[in-house]
């Protein structure tokens, strides 16, 4: 039995079942299936075939506590792939274990959204190289035990992609794979019940294309066409594309908008049982054509809703998903420096199933978006419309007594929905501080960024920084000179890198030198202790203030406290444990009973003795 075929065997009674399930009597459709799979793994480079063999030998590698990951985009980072390559040292100094590329496919300039409307998942975006360059990257990357995470956009591609092009001069074999409608009728029954994803700049769910006479299913920009997944087709195509993209050296595949996948007349198109059932073929699919490659499941959703894309400890759909809920949190309790609504998130995390792992970050590429549980804050009598503009009004810096520098996106006057722009140190108030030059208050702005980020690898999970993040790079307000962004103040944080600023990460006394330190000094916390692991015991402990978070984590005879305080005042942890704690960042001894915390403060304190 080949290795292809003992893998295959593992999973084809349920394979088989699934995707006849979806597709009901097309038996042809599921044996070309599996022959793209067949195609693929005999495909897979030597080097990327012993990886998984390592891998599969050692399930839970992408769960150790030294990983670290970060996020980039290769333009504004590096100009291209081959500039990624000579940055390599610079991410070895940073720690880096796992570098998520933002988009780098080819798209059309102006009508990409960021570069999530793919023309060609067989082509680089041209700017930034080819697959070559893309394939040496991934290489030499792999031999520095650095794992790469690519966007794979599944639920649309771009109106100039071929597909697109084809079904637009009236080809029917590819209007099916899309959503094309002669009339408004069943447009209009799709859009009582399916929620605008951009209301403001993207109203309504279809496109009227005056060439073709047809509208088409466009649920995010006039530009990104729906893909239709009730047809086989579509789902053999892209899962095609997805492992001749692994086979290139990516090892981890971010399944964009996976919610939104399958579309159903008369429900809301998220969510639906046929995502899920997706989901697991695609899961089973790596782990028979390439099964070193993960799936991260881009679910920014409730965390209800987000669970279930893990699927079962027996049915396993997504690796890892990302933990948005705590992110907008943490801007929540920036903004209110009352802890509760925190301690609450934490509290339903550690419920969950350790095998479940969650990506955690303080900022990304994208928005902060107000998904709050605002069922729970209303036991405190707030209000959800007027809190979310509060916080907007916090964060953009027009509430009194705040020094956040954001920038609304997609504000809705009447929900109050606006989402939140800006890079960390900007939120935190360090931007404003080194202009004004406040040096006290430069100096809290700078302990509250470091105490966010201590907080993100305090939590069980892998972390992810955002890039410049490392050297507390601010806003880049740039983008509004230029017309291809200024409609997007998400470009307010994806400004290039500043290179000649991170080289003051060297120099003593800076803004730069004092969160990169800073970070690499909650690096090695991280890995000194067994209580860091992502399957540790975790729960929350009264501090005796609201603007307290405590957390405490336990592994193998090895125990942690992790105290912050979101107040901008000094304020005294009295936790009721007893014993001898040691501070992980400054070696210093204590007690937990009364432990000071100085505005936006925080201590990691292990366990010496009971």
Known sequence: MTEFDRRYARHEQELHSLYLELYPGREDFYAAFIQTLRDHAGARPKPLADLDRARE?????????????????????????????????????????????????????????????????????????????????????????????????????????????????GEKEYQ???????????????????????????????????????????????????????????????????????????????????????????????NLLQVHTISRILRMAVEVACPGVLLLGEVVMAPEKIVPYFGSVERPECHMLYNATTMCTTWHTVATGDARLLRHQMDILSGLPKEYLFLNYIRCHDDIGWGLDYPWLARFGIQEVPHKRYLSDYLTGHWHGSDSKGELYNDDPVSGDARMCGTTASLCGIETARRECRLSDLENYLRRDLALHAFMFAQSGLPILY????????????????????????????????????????????????????????????????????????????????????????????????????AGTEKTARVEEDGVWEDLCTGEKQTVRAAGLPPYGYKLLRLTRA
């Not at 067994?530 to 609201?546: E, V």
């Open 57 to 169: 030998a050692d399930p839970g590698w992408y769960k150790r506590r030294d990983m670290l990951g970060m996020c980039l985009y290769i333009g504004p980072w590096a100009k291209d792939l081959k500039g990624v390559r000579k940055k390599l040292d610079y991410l070895s100094e940073c720690g880096v274990t796992y570098l998520h590329l933002m988009p780098f496919l080819d798209t059309p300039k102006g009508r990409s959204d960021g570069g999530y409307a793919v023309s060609d998942f067989t082509k680089v975006e041209p700017s930034l190289g080819d697959m070559d360059d893309l394939e040496a990257l991934t290489g030499e990357m792999r031999a520095r035990g650095i794992s790469v995470c690519m966007d794979f956009v599944m639920n649309h591609t771009s109106e100039e992609h071929e597909w697109a092009r084809r079904a637009r001069a």
């Open 176 to 270: 099916d794979r899309y959503f094309f409608y002669p009339d408004r009728t069943i447009p209009d029954r799709f859009e009582e019940t399916v929620p605008e994803v951009f209301p403001t700049t993207a109203p309504g769910s279809f496109t009227w294309l005056p060439d073709a006479g047809k509208w088409v299913m466009t649920n995010f920009y006039p530009f990104q066409w729906d893909l239709n997944y009730g047809n086989p087709a579509v789902l053999n195509d892209m899962t095609g594309y997805m492992l001749a993209l692994a086979n290139r050296g990516i090892d981890v595949v971010r399944i964009d908008a996976i919610p939104y996948i399958w579309k159903q007349l008369g429900t809301t198109c998220r």
């Open 467 to 566: 890039a410049g993040d490392e050297v507390a790079q601010e806003n880049d307000y740039t983008y509004h000179l230029d017309p291809d962004k200024a409609d997007d103040s998400r470009y307010l944080h994806r400004g290039d890198f500043d290179w000649k600023k991170a080289e003051n990460r060297h120099t003593a006394g800076t803004p730069e030198q004092a969160v990169f330190d800073g970070l690499k000094t909650l690096e090695a916390v991280r890995r000194s202790s067994k209580a860091f692991d992502s399957d540790a015991d975790f729960w929350t402990l009264d501090a005796g203030d609201n603007a307290i978070l405590a957390l405490g984590r336990w592994k193998d005879g090895e125990g942690v406290l992790a105290l912050f305080n979101f």
